[in-house]
């Protein structure tokens, strides 16, 4: 059987390039040899930007819709005002491709730093609704830059929006060991979404007897995060919530250098996009400092995502082997890179 996987390729700004080398490194590696991965790559971010102004035009949306799946370094530069690559890149992608699912996975790995006291378990995924909340620009600025000046930024909760993904995180909890599903939200202020969400998460969830639920609110979240994150499994919530939440994840977590994530189209209409949690991290760029293992465990989601579950596993297996060996010498982007790709090859070959 001949296999191809279309990969559009988002390298992007600061280490961004630098880290999606060794992603790719990683994926050649893992996959067996009748799998054709045809890339194309993708020019945009701030060098980009700056050279021509564009940030995505449509042309280059329309021919990302030609691929599998999309690989992305990050996006951002400190030269570039703030808002014009997020919402004018990643967010019109988001939308454009309808990611509706944000999913986070946090996985605390053997010896992996982590700034909480005597190590808790932690094997969680934050389920993150992505498309809707108070992202999607819905608001506005009256008397600008006057004393008087007023900003609204509506919240946007859809009954469609909320019932899909939170079936999305009901099938995820339902597939995994524990079978439990906490929803996050603020129920208790923001009464009019955080009813919708509720109602919603409770309907659904009568579909799903075997999976156990309970709720938070996002301020009581943050400090059972940090006290007893080994109480989570799986997590949905609004988008918002959703992006402080999986920061604070990734920092217990052993650090945003191994946090994944993949924005998905759980319904495969458009491709869905995976990429490293962090930013392009401007102060490392071009030194060989960045650790690629965010990339790679990006890269094991989104071959999952395309039905390479053996293949993910493998690349998940190694990262864990790799985070478990080191003993704190330093190493540049590249050797981790070609470290995780050995251990991959070396597991991929059939006895
Ligand atoms: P963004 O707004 O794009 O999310 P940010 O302001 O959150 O960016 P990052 O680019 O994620 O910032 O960087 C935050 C800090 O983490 C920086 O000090 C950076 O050097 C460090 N960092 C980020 N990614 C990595 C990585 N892969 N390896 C090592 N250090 C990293
Ligand atoms: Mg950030």
Request: glycine share 10%; proline share 6%.
């Amino acid at each position: 059987m001949s296999r191809s996987i279309r990969l559009a390729v988002i390298p992007g700004d600061g280490i961004g390039p630098e880290v999606v080398a060794q992603g790719l490194k990683v994926l050649d590696a893992a996959l067996p040899s009748d799998v054709k991965v045809e890339t194309r790559e993708y020019d945009l971010g701030a060098r980009r930007w700056h050279a021509t102004g564009d940030t995505l035009p449509d042309a280059e949306l329309e021919s990302l819709k030609d691929h599998d799946a999309i690989l992305l370094g990050a996006i951002g530069d400190p030269s570039v005002p703030s808002g014009v690559l997020e919402r004018g890149l990643l967010l019109k992608l988001r939308f454009a491709f309808d990611h509706y699912v944000n999913l986070r996975p946090s996985k605390l790995l053997p010896r992996t730093a982590t700034p909480l006291a005597g190590r808790p378990e932690i094997d969680f995924v934050v389920v993150r609704e992505g498309t809707e909340g108070p992202y999607v620009g819905n608001g506005g600025s009256l008397r600008t830059g006057t004393p008087a000046e007023v900003a609204t930024e509506v919240s946007l909760n859809t009954a469609y929006g909320v019932e899909r993904v939170v079936r999305d995180a009901y099938e995820r909890a339902q597939a995994r060991p524990r079978r439990k599903l906490t929803l996050v939200h603020k129920n208790n202020v923001l009464v009019h979404a955080g009813h919708l969400w509720k109602n919603i998460f409770d309907r659904v969830g009568r579909e799903y007897p075997e999976v156990t639920t309970d709720y938070l609110h996002v301020d009581a979240a943050t400090i059972f995060f940090v006290t007893q994150p080994e109480r989570f499994d799986v997590i949905v919530t609004d988008n918002l919530f959703g992006d402080i939440l999986t920061d604070l994840a990734a920092a217990i977590s052993g650090g945003i250098g191994l946090a994944a994530s993949g924005n998905i189209n759980p319904t495969g209409a458009f491709p869905s996009m995976f990429e490293p949690v962090h930013g392009s991290a401007p102060d490392i760029a071009g030194t060989g400092k960045a650790d690629p293992t965010a990339t790679v465990l990006s890269v094991a989601l989104l071959l999952r995502h395309l039905g390479y579950e053996a293949e993910a596993t493998r690349i998940e297996t190694a990262v864990t082997e790799d985070v478990t060996g080191r003993d704190g010498s330093a190493r540049t982007t590249d050797e981790i890179g070609d470290a995780l790709a050995s251990r991959v090859r070396a597991a991929s070959v059939t006895p």
